[in-house]
């Protein structure tokens, strides 16, 4: 059967979907992919995998692949990460018959993949992602797609869209964000910039960014004429946001929970839903956030989870016929999660400020990033105040912390490079070239000369040989 190609693989192979769970890192495995799919979602991708890994290690494609295969999960798209053709396309062959297509990840903003150049750090390099779409579309079975982020430029994006079109891809998924909107610096999705690219290309696009409820995926769909839309942090909080419900979180817990029983996932995976489904609940009961943290069985989820459902029900309880109070009265039903932005004073730098500087800059207030609020609940007496923190001299040669006691004013790696170098002592740092050289020639002198062999006398035996050889003459 010939490979099917764009609009006819959307609609035949896909069937036409609409309703897409986003490729999500240890999130959208098998169990969370089934309990989506009960609920509305139409088409579900794997977590991204990392291709080199894929090809080389057995239990790594048993484990996220081979191991996951089941008859209500398709149609399915496996998404891998890669930036080398060659291997790309191995691991691709090797995943071709267990889902309908193979999506290239140029999307992922995060640093590891800065770190391991891919995702969205291969943007730039549009020879390198012509020869791997096209060496994907000529070998493999089944189709190949690309998830993509925006560049600032309308007109650069459209541009790019069209040379993965023309590469081979079929089928184009793109998040209306740049690869440095992440965190608290995510800001909205540009829905223009897909709309564009939707435009500009004869082949399927979905679209994602923006979406925490079915009026946000019918406005999407209207406003910018794609095939389909795509969700991740809002399927996350809310696994029937396709069917335009959001019903009691426990309903979907225990859904879960008993799909986890049939098909198993690390229990970190069900930790992180479980986290995200009682987002808000947690917020009021934060004792049990801390519960939730430590169990280490799936029934000792379970039971956090059922107690949690059990203060819920008595909370509704007792507001029946009362007016509700709090800054979350209905926090016990699904409900999107509005990631807070930058505080307004920093709007207008934040684009070009990281993470870690919002995050430093706030330390002295009462908001801590998740990393910190972890260290503090470790060390209550620990403190994130710049201004508390303590002042170092800094190494002339390096910058890094100096030894208060340094003959150099170095720090101690470069103070053993100068002192070994000028055969130095440092007491300060312990290291004492000079005097194990002293101590060493010292030694030397202090030791008697060793007597040198003299050479044998004529006429005497000169050793064992000759001896030998007189005794056998």
């Known amino acids: 059967m010939p490979k099917l190609q764009g609009f006819e693989f959307w609609s035949r192979t896909l069937r036409g979907a609409r309703h897409v769970v986003a490729p999500m890192v240890d ?5 969370w992919r089934l309990l989506s799919r009960r609920h509305g979602a139409q088409l579900c991708y794997t977590p991204m995998l990392h291709a080199q890994v894929f090809v080389r290690d057995a239990n790594y494609r048993k484990e996220n692949l081979y191991c996951e295969v ?26 071709q018959d267990y889902c309908d297509a193979i999506d290239l990840n140029l999307g992922c903003p ?9 995702g969205a750090f291969l943007q730039d390099e549009w020879d390198l992602l012509q020869r791997m779409i096209l060496l994907a579309h000529e070998k493999l079975s089944v189709p190949v797609t690309c998830k993509i982020r925006v560049f600032p430029e309308i007109d650069k994006t459209v541009r790019y869209a069209q040379m993965l079109e023309k590469a081979g891809c079929q089928l184009l998924t793109v998040h209306g964000r740049t690869k440095e909107q992440k965190g608290p610096l995510s800001g909205a999705a540009s829905w223009e910039h897909i709309k564009a690219v939707r435009k500009a290309v004869a082949i399927p696009v979905f679209a994602n960014g923006n979406i925490q409820c079915l009026q946000d995926v019918e406005r999407c769909l209207r406003d910018t004429g794609v095939q389909g839309v795509m969700s991740a942090e809002g399927n996350l909080h809310n696994p029937a946001l396709f069917e335009g419900r959001s019903p009691a979180v426990w309903e979907l817990a225990e ?14 995976y069900v930790r992180a839903h479980l986290f995200k489904l009682w987002h808000h609940t947690l917020q009021v009961h934060q ?77 002295g207030t009462e908001v801590l990033s998740k990393n910190k609020q972890k260290k503090q609940l470790r060390n209550p007496h620990k ?6 923190k303590p002042k170092y001299a800094k190494c002339d040669q390096c910058g890094n ?11 101690r790696g470069c103070c053993k490079k100068r002192a070994s170098k000028e055969t130095a ?28 062999p003299q050479p044998a006398a004529p006429g005497t035996p000169g050793g064992f040989s000759e001896v030998m050889g007189s005794a056998l003459a």
């Not at 859904?255 to 970190?268: A, F, G, K, N, T």
């Not at 912390?401 to 720090?411: A, D, E, M, Q, T």
């Open 70 to 95: 089941c008859p209500e999960d398709r149609p399915l798209i496996v998404q891998f990460c890669a930036n080398d053709p060659e291997v790309f396309v191995q691991a691709a062959l090797l995943a």
């Open 401 to 411: 912390p100096k030894g208060n006691r340094c003959v150099f004013s170095l720090c």
């Open 425 to 452: 002592d440092c007491p300060g740092h312990g290291l004492l070239f000079k005097t194990k050289l002293e101590k060493s020639l010292a030694w030397k002198e202090a030791q008697p000369e060793l007597q040198e």
């Open 27 to 31: 999130q959208s495995e098998l169990a």
């Open 255 to 268: 859904e879960y929970l008993d799909i986890v029983r049939e098909h198993p996932c690390p229990l970190s």
């Open 383 to 388: 403190t994130f105040d710049p201004s508390l």
């Open 287 to 363: 004792e049990l956030r801390e519960e939730l943290a430590k169990v280490k069985t799936l029934e000792g989820i379970a039971a956090v989870s059922q107690e949690l459902k059990l203060r819920c029900q008595e909370e509704i309880s007792r507001q029946e016929g009362a007016k509700p109070t709090g800054d979350l009265p209905f926090h016990w039903i699904c409900q999107p999660y509005i990631r807070p932005g930058p505080r307004e004073g920093s709007k207008e730098k934040a684009g070009a400020r990281s993470k870690r500087a919002l995050e430093e800059e706030e330390c």
């Open 110 to 118: 995060q640093m590891i993949a800065k770190r391991g150049h891919y």
